[in-house]
């Protein structure tokens, strides 16, 4: 797995586990919701492709991704322990028990939406099955975190929001704020593999 540093690192899920203590105080409590510099659930990780979780640290770390309390938890991760992290919350909270739940169907608006953005061909056809590992899943995400976060794309020239992202600030800047807010609840309202598992800060 290539990060910061473009260098491969190995994965140890078992000492990301030791080292995900900053991580419970905001991804560990249901429903827990940030304050600045927006308002939005903070993202369910628990299930989360551990590529992407890897990749979206080390650009907190290169400031590509603005925001400043994960600015302040990457920078003080090495390679590995974005690695170890990644590797624990793609597992975390996972059961061999498989529930089958049937997504619902976009109105004809969004269905209309999701094809001029050809969402489906990084994401995968139910949201939840992305075609590279450095890419989310978005199925089941927190339709208000979604939402900040398509906005953020094409935020530009900002000291504490925005995020740099070649391919998703052109996708985004095709899109009125209302349509991104339709795909975000969409996306929002499928079944998918993210959660938010309970975890204790003792151990």
Known sequence: ?????GTAVAQDAAAGQT??????GCHGIQGYQA???????????SGQNSGYIAAALAAYKKGERKHP??????????????????????????TDV???????QPSPAVAALLAKGACASC???D??????????KLAGQHGDYLYASLRAYGTEGKAQVGRANAIMGGQVKAFSRA????????????????KVVRQSSFR
């Open 98 to 104: 498989k529930t089958v739940a049937t997504a619902p």
């Open 35 to 45: 304050s600045f510099p927006e308002v939005f659930k903070v993202p369910m990780i």
């Open 127 to 136: 949201f939840n099955k992305p075609v590279a590992p450095t890419y989310p």
């Open 179 to 194: 349509e991104l807010k339709q795909l975000a609840d969409y996306m929002a309202s499928l079944p998918g593999d993210l």
């Open 69 to 94: 309390t994960m600015r302040s938890v990457a920078t003080s991760l090495s390679d590995k322990d974005m690695a170890d992290l990644a590797a624990f919350y793609e597992k975390h909270g996972a």
């Open 19 to 24: 080292k995900a203590a900053m991580c419970i």
């Open 123 to 125: 994401h995968g056809a």
């Open 1 to 5: 797995m290539a990060l910061a540093s």
